[in-house]
């Protein structure tokens, strides 16, 4: 049984580009959440996404989005990269239930130039 | 405003030990509370989870942690201490918002070490 999946692994970009980040929910799971993770910080809520909309969104500006596909993966988007932005972006699956827990995988490391 | 508190930067303890992982929380409401741990360059591992019921809570790998209440405490215990428990600890609250699926508000994490 696959886990969360995410892909790339790593990416390095310069300041001012776009980035996309995909994730691919563990089997059976239908909720997928974003999270950064500065480097020494615990992970900080972006936004989460439940029948192809966006639920929650946490203190991120617009330059970050998504998107949940029919299939409940999901996409990270985000435009005008700045330095601050490099960090391990975090995927979490769960299912639509009560207090189920969320199903991390292992990241994208991005890296801004 | 909800938070998680884990006022240790790191836990030092040596193999065989009992180790406790320190974690403070505030909300309002019921907490609902959570344990991951992280490898390096690795996701987070859900450990346990608090709703509700016993305040004694097993988890995964040997893990257990103890909710108290009135101490507004969700400390992470195990009686012996292995040497591949090293890693990052991380205790979370769940929102208590958006329902049963509010997203987790993290600590900054507690790094443990167990030697040899």
């Known amino acids: 049984d696959a886990g969360v999946t995410q892909s790339p692994t790593h990416l390095i970009k310069t300041r001012g580009q776009q980035v996309t980040l995909r994730c691919s929910p563990k089997?059976?799971?239908?909720?997928v959440s974003w999270y950064q993770q500065a480097l020494g910080q615990g992970p900080q809520f972006i936004f989460q996404y439940y029948e192809e909309e966006e639920r929650q969104r946490g203190n991120f500006p617009d330059r970050f989005s998504g998107h949940q596909f029919p299939n409940y993966s999901s996409e990270l988007n985000v435009n005008a990269l700045l330095l601050g932005d490099s960090a391990l972006y975090l995927c979490?699956?769960?299912?639509?239930?009560?207090?189920?827990?969320?199903?991390f995988g292992d990241g994208t490391r991005l890296s801004i130039l | 405003a909800q938070s998680v508190a884990q006022p240790e930067d790191q836990v030092n303890v040596a193999e065989g030990n009992p180790l406790t992982v320190k974690c403070t929380y505030s909300?309002?409401?019921?907490?609902?509370l959570f344990w991951y741990v992280q490898y390096p360059n690795r996701g987070l591992q859900f450990l346990l989870k608090?709703?509700?019921?016993?305040?004694l809570v097993k988890g995964s790998y040997g893990f257990e942690a103890e909710f108290n209440k009135s101490q507004t405490s969700f400390h992470l215990k195990k009686p012996s201490a292995l040497v591949s428990d090293s890693a990052l600890y991380f205790c979370a609250v769940r929102a208590n918002y958006g329902g049963s699926q509010g997203n987790l508000i993290f600590g900054k994490g507690t790094k443990l070490s167990v030697k040899p």
């Open positions: 909300v309002s409401g019921n907490p609902y």
């Open positions: 979490a699956s769960s299912f639509n239930g009560f207090n189920q827990p969320q199903h």
């Open positions: 089997s059976g799971h239908d909720t």
């Open positions: 608090y709703i509700t019921g016993d305040n």
